[in-house]
């Protein structure tokens, strides 16, 4: 630790972060199982209902949860071209599908169905075997020490995983509720990655953007798509965040013109653009992996190193997997140190100041408490000022609050 300079960060945050992870998962999040009873017959129906669908295009029944069976349909029965060779055949995978979606309704339905398919199983269904029959709640493990950008995890049951953006998956969120007496209060970084991005590039734009309080993604349209700020739609704004948050993971043009349904042509003009209006992100990015090649290692703010023993693979696949990771380490990497730093300051406040109310969950850029009724007002300024003063950046860090008596109520 000495020799790598990691002292501090070891004494000062995982250390007494151990501790908060350690009552968080004592005091569990309380879980209404009727609620996940309902949402699990529910997705079963629509299971059935796509399920009959399916049977439709493709001209008959058959084990819609067989890779060989659904191969045949689509190849062999539809004559869709195939894409991925695989041991037993073609393969049917996320990716291929996403791909024949484009040309045929069955592929579509296929990914619908397996989407609610694992809901059903990973969460409605298994969460309920997960509540603790004295407690009534799930107590989750944190796991400090399985990312390599020091990002946390969490298992048995895995929470960072619930979707939030499909309407079932949001609907998982509902059977998480507070105790009589308390609400749920959720408090979100706005856009973390992409503030720790503006800090460590130094790009003008973007710390203008941040610090004037503007929408990002609205600002990276115009620039990306040289729009006056009026004539931004909601798609224009939708692609731009798409390309924001590429841009952080590593992506390829080849990945953006998946993710957006355009030709690799235009995905590469919408990336030359991006970097041609953020020329600063473009060398940093440029540095980062030149670094990252020759130290095998990046750090992050706090002084975190994140390891890529495989960035100078022979392998192309191998590698290209490790430079978008190196890519987006510092960013991960960065947001974690500081959601991380906030706990340990908010922990200590709330036992200091005696609260009742408790922080429960983290999933990602979140935090979220079990918040006394009468303590609301007092936690909300704690939990603002503790998260967007965590660290000193080129720009603010801002926090969003939510509150009900559920999490999605609250989120």
């Given at each position: 630790?000495?020799?790598?300079?990691?002292?501090?960060?070891?004494?000062?945050?995982?250390?007494?972060?151990?501790?908060?992870?350690?009552r968080?998962?004592?005091?569990?999040?309380?879980?209404?199982?009727?609620?996940?009873?309902?949402?699990?017959?529910?997705?079963?129906?629509?299971?059935?209902?796509?399920?009959?669908?399916?049977?439709?295009?493709?001209?008959?029944?058959?084990?819609?949860?067989?890779?060989?069976?659904?191969?045949?349909?689509?190849?062999?029965?539809?004559?869709?071209?195939t894409?991925?060779?695989?041991?037993?055949?073609?393969?049917?995978?996320?990716?291929?599908?996403a791909?024949?979606?484009?040309?045929h309704?069955?592929?579509?339905?296929?990914?619908?169905?397996?989407?609610?398919?694992?809901?059903?199983?990973?969460?409605?269904?298994?969460?309920?075997?997960?509540?603790?029959?004295?407690?009534?709640?799930?107590?989750?493990?944190?796991?400090?020490?399985?990312?390599?950008?020091?990002?946390?995890?969490?298992?048995?049951?895995?929470?960072?995983?619930?979707?939030?953006?499909?309407?079932?998956?949001?609907?998982?969120r509902?059977?998480?509720?507070?105790?009589k007496?308390?609400?749920l209060?959720?408090?979100?970084?706005?856009?973390?990655?992409?503030?720790?991005?503006?800090?460590?590039?130094?790009?003008?734009?973007?710390?203008?953007?941040?610090?004037?309080?503007?929408?990002?993604?609205?600002?990276?349209a115009?620039?990306?798509f040289?729009?006056n700020?009026?004539?931004?739609?909601?798609?224009?704004?939708?692609?731009?965040?798409?390309?924001?948050?590429?841009?952080l993971?590593?992506?390829?043009?080849?990945?953006l013109?998946?993710?957006?349904?355009?030709?690799?042509?235009?995905?590469?003009?919408?990336?030359?653009?991006?970097?041609?209006?953020?020329?600063?992100?473009?060398?940093?990015?440029?540095?980062?992996?030149?670094?990252?090649?020759?130290?095998?290692?990046?750090?992050?703010?706090?002084?975190?190193?994140?390891?890529?023993?495989?960035?100078?693979?022979?392998?192309?696949?191998?590698?290209?997997?490790?430079?978008r990771?190196?890519?987006?380490?510092?960013?991960?990497?960065?947001?974690?140190?500081?959601?991380?730093?906030?706990?340990?300051?908010?922990?200590?406040?709330?036992?200091?100041q005696?609260?009742?109310?408790?922080?429960?969950?983290q999933?990602?850029?979140?935090?979220?408490?079990?918040?006394?009724?009468?303590?609301?007002?007092?936690?909300?300024?704690?939990?603002?000022?503790?998260?967007?003063?965590?660290?000193?950046?080129?720009?603010?860090?801002?926090?969003?609050?939510?509150?009900?008596?559920?999490?999605?109520?609250?989120?």
């Open positions: 630790l000495k020799e790598s300079e990691l002292e501090k960060l070891y004494d000062a945050i995982e250390v007494p972060l151990s501790l908060v992870l350690a968080m998962e004592m005091a569990g999040v309380k879980i209404d199982p009727k609620k996940l009873k309902a949402l699990g017959q529910e997705l079963q129906e629509k299971e059935a209902l796509i399920k009959k669908d399916i049977f439709k295009l493709s001209q008959g029944e058959f084990n819609v949860d067989s890779p060989r069976q659904l191969s045949e349909v689509l190849f062999q029965r539809l004559n869709l071209p894409k991925k060779k695989i041991k037993t055949g073609f393969s049917t995978n996320a990716e291929v599908l791909e024949l979606a484009a040309i309704p069955l592929p579509q339905k296929i990914i619908d169905y397996r989407t609610l398919s694992k809901l059903r199983s990973t969460y409605t269904d298994a969460l309920i075997n997960m509540i603790d029959p004295v407690t009534g709640r799930i107590h989750t493990s944190y796991n400090q020490a399985i990312t390599s950008t020091g990002r946390l995890s969490s298992s048995e049951p895995n929470l960072q995983n619930i979707p939030a953006r499909a309407p079932e998956g949001r609907k998982i509902e059977a998480f509720i507070a105790e007496g308390f609400q209060l959720s408090a979100d970084y706005s856009q973390i990655e992409l503030r720790v991005l503006a800090h460590l590039s130094g790009e003008p734009a973007l710390l203008a953007a941040f610090a004037q309080g503007e929408d990002i993604h609205r600002r990276t115009m620039e990306v040289g729009v700020p009026d004539d931004v739609s909601a798609e224009l704004r939708r692609r731009a965040k798409v390309i924001n948050f590429g841009i993971y590593g992506m390829s043009d080849f990945g013109s998946q993710e957006l349904g355009i030709d690799h042509k235009e995905a590469r003009k919408y990336i030359d653009h991006y970097f041609e209006r953020y020329p600063k992100v473009r060398e940093f990015l440029d540095q980062l992996l030149k670094e990252a090649r020759e130290k095998l290692w990046i750090s992050t703010i706090l002084g975190r190193r994140c390891f890529f023993p495989d960035i100078n693979s022979q392998n192309q696949i191998v590698r290209k997997a490790a430079e990771e190196a890519t987006n380490a510092p960013m991960q990497g960065g947001a974690a140190d500081i959601i991380k730093k906030a706990m340990v300051e908010i922990d200590r406040k709330l036992i200091g005696k609260f009742r109310s408790r922080m429960i969950l999933v990602h850029d979140e935090l979220v408490f079990e918040a006394a009724e009468d303590e609301l007002e007092p936690l909300k300024k704690l939990v603002t000022l503790e998260m967007e003063s965590a660290v000193s950046l080129k720009v603010p860090l801002k926090v969003e609050l939510g509150i009900g008596l559920n999490w999605l109520e609250a989120h």
